[in-house]
């Protein structure tokens, strides 16, 4: 059974930095582009970055460039979100999500963890 898991979420306040992990079973996360998204109340799960198989491209949206930055260890199977100088903007349940293509939509990946609340207080 595929199962991914995020943890590393919580409260910090505006400058904080927080860092954001995603595990995997069932699942080898080398075989995978892997993407975070995240989830603000009454909004659609958005874009926030994602990286090849390898490691070697990354892609960020625009309103967390400078500030995040992803990256995985494949041989503990783990992807990784460093978020700094968060916003309260930045509010959200983040999730990870796998598949096969360098991709910002939703729909381009399959499986999907349950996500990590990330709050940011100004």
């Known amino acids: 059974q595929v199962q991914l898991v995020e943890s590393g979420g919580g409260s910090v306040q505006a400058g904080g930095s927080l860092r954001l992990s995603c595990a995997a079973s069932?699942?080898?996360?080398?075989?995978?582009?892997i993407g975070w998204f995240r989830q603000a109340p009454g909004k659609e799960r958005a874009f926030v970055s994602a990286?090849?198989?390898?490691?070697?491209?990354?892609y960020y949206a625009d309103s967390v460039k400078g500030r995040f930055t992803i990256s995985r260890d494949n041989a503990k199977n783990m992807v990784y979100l460093q978020m700094n100088s968060l916003k309260p903007e930045d509010t959200a349940v983040y999730h990870c999500?796998?598949?096969?293509?360098?991709?910002?939509?939703?729909?381009?990946?399959?499986?999907w963890g349950q996500g990590t609340q990330v709050t940011v207080s100004s």
């Open positions: 999500g796998d598949g096969g293509v360098f991709s910002t939509r939703r729909t381009d990946y399959d499986y």
């Open positions: 069932g699942r080898i996360l080398s075989r995978y582009v």
């Open positions: 990286i090849t198989q390898s490691g070697g491209n990354t």
